[in-house]
């Protein structure tokens, strides 16, 4: 194959045009492609209307009832509560109604004024609740019911119309931008051109379908987040073909696992009794895999986040990315414990610590962004946040009297063209890079920002800009942005606060590190060496990013969106909830015919 290969070389060699109009031709079809495989995809995330699943309901002493939309609901008078009660004597936050995993439910008392009681038995921190309990707060009785056949039939209907779109047609455009982009990347290396580009193409588009497949046969519809995923794994790919092709097998082994990553990870949240108890063991091995790095790594670009084993490179801050999310986002019943708060700054005050003893800077910014978001999620207190954003402040001050090298990093910051051959040389030469790209690029394979340093990784949009054009890149941006607002408007209907705080936490991450990394390309913000999701070339990366996906995943409640293992715990949920109802049902028909007698 590799004399095939040399033989077409040398006939593209003597024929240069043929080379020139395909990529005049394909820097003008990469864009359509990309409009068509993604429009469609971002859309049907925006767009599609959530209707919240009803778990009980709670019945009004003056009539009227209040459904239960979540696992866990808070109970109060305040327009923060899952179940609002508008009474003088319920407080703000009065109380919370959980469900187990076994369909169990039970109340908590929040340190409410006005008291919560069970069946007249007061509650003083919490009480198992069944289906006809009567449940008091602060003297307003409230009867605890199960959802009527009729309301249940309803409610699947509305779901059963919301079902996701159909992601075949953009699954087909993407094989048909995979297959240009490889033999785009194949005529831009003229005589280096090696059978391994098309191959790994190859390679990427049968996963893609083999996954779509396998996930059809289960009967789950629904693959736009995964879709974004593919389209942008697929420019990491081209990236990595143009700037480091001896790279490319191994970025491609990245994706696979990544997807074997986000799919294990997916099914294990799926059962939340099982994440409760790993919960420790994730923040354990957060901080050991920063451990570990702090003790063997080695320093590139003057951070110490690298280690190496067997011949390997790779960097455990990423994968403790996934263990931070995991660990923090805590059930609703365990944020009533507030030690388990305290545990959590306290985890994340170790991990920025030995973040900060690795100089990876960027990375400890990540990690405290979405330690804000996780904590107001947890705690909502805007002002106790504002005290520990001043704590950390100081502490940033502490780090830098220490270390004054550190602000020699950001000198540049604002004033790269006054530093154009020092400090300033990467960000001005990302600029003219992405400035000489257009809007429809130079073509893949044909730029000259893969020979700086980190080209194809930090300064991987400006990479972008100049082979693929400005319209891709903001495109790959706004990937990442839909990904975060999905995850903010389905948790509105999500199950758990577990998958709530995680997806908002995960969706947070990759807006704030597309951030940095775009932002530090074109000097507005400091270059802190931190990836492009999904785009940048990097093993660690890539499986951080698909590992993240997974949190957003398990956030979708839509019907039939959710994995196989999702489908048949649904099911199960449904069964024992129809069990529940029908007794109660049946008690309270007797009860009409015992009125009208």
Known sequence: MQELFSALSLWLSAHPLITGWYTAIARLLFPVLSALILVRAIRSLLRIPHTPEVWAQLSLPGGGSIPLTHWENILGRGKSADAILNYPSISRQHAALCRGEDGAWTVYDLGSKGGTAVNGTPVTEQAPVKLGDTITLGGVPLVFLPQTVGEREE???KRQAERPAAMW?????????????????????????SPVIPICFLILTAVMWLYAAALRLGRCVGFELETIAFYLSTLSLAVTASSAPGSLPKQLLAIVLGMGLFLALGLFLRDLERVEKRRWLMAAGAIGLLGITLVLGKAKFGATNWVTLGGISFQ??????????????ATLERLFRRRNLALFIVLTGVCIGLLGLMSDFGTAAIFFVTFLVIAYLRSGDAATLALICGGAAFGTGIIVQFKPYILSRFAAWGHAWEAASGSGYQQTRTMSAAASGGLFGMGAGNGWLERIPAGDTDLVFGMLCEEWGLVIALLAVACILTLAWFAVRASRTGRSSFYTIAACAAGSLLVFQTSLNVFGSVDLLPLTGVTFPFVSNGGSAMLSAWGLLAYLKTMDTRADASFAIGRAAERKLDEEAARMAAPAEDAFEKEDGHAED
């Open 169 to 193: 047609p953009s699954f087909l455009w993407l094989t048909v931008f995979q297959i240009l982009t490889a033999i785009q990347l194949t005529l831009a290396a003229g005589e280096k051109a």
């Open 155 to 157: 409610l699947e209907k």
């Open 316 to 329: 455990p801050s990423e994968i403790a990315k996934i263990c931070y999310i995991f660990a923090g986002s």
